[in-house]
C-alpha cells in the first residue's frame, strides 16, 4: 500500500511557475510508476505527465517543453516532483499524483492522492 500526498499548488498569475511535490510513503516507491493528472471543473481527469520505473518520462503534448516530472528518493523522500513553466489559464485543474504499476502510461494506476489545486489568473 501506498499512500499519496500532493502538495505546492496555489495562485499564480498566467506566465508564472509553480512547484507540486507528491510525497510517497512505503519502502516499494521505486518499483512503481508514477505520474501526475489533473481535472478542469467540468471536464474529465486528464493525464498530464508519467515518469516510469526506469526513469523514463512522457509528457501530454500541450505541457511538453513546460513542465518536467521528477523523482527523489534520495535520502528516504520518496517525493514525485512536478515543475511548472510558463502556466496558462487552460492549466487551471486539479492536481493529482498517482502510483502504480501500469502497462498504458495514462491509465491503471493503483494510488491516488487527494489532489492540490492549481490556479492560473490571465
Known amino acids: 500500500q501506498v499512500q499519496l500526498v500532493e502538495s505546492g499548488g496555489g495562485l499564480v498569475q498566467a506566465g508564472g511557475s509553480l512547484r507540486l511535490s507528491c510525497a510517497a510513503s512505503g519502502r516499494t516507491f521505486l518499483t512503481y510508476d508514477m505520474a501526475w493528472f489533473r481535472q478542469a471543473p467540468g471536464k474529465e481527469r486528464e493525464f498530464v505527465a508519467t515518469v516510469r520505473r526506469n526513469g523514463t518520462t512522457y509528457y501530454k503534448d500541450s505541457v511538453k517543453g513546460r513542465f518536467t516530472i521528477s523523482r527523489d528518493n534520495a535520502n528516504s523522500q520518496n517525493t514525485v516532483n512536478l515543475q511548472m513553466n510558463s502556466l496558462q489559464p487552460e492549466d487551471t485543474a486539479v492536481y493529482y499524483c498517482?502510483?502504480?504499476?501500469?502497462?498504458?502510461?495514462?491509465?491503471?494506476?493503483?494510488?491516488w492522492g487527494q489532489g492540490t489545486q492549481v490556479t492560473v489568473s490571465s
Open positions: 498517482a502510483g502504480g504499476i501500469t502497462i498504458l502510461l495514462d491509465r491503471g494506476y493503483a494510488f
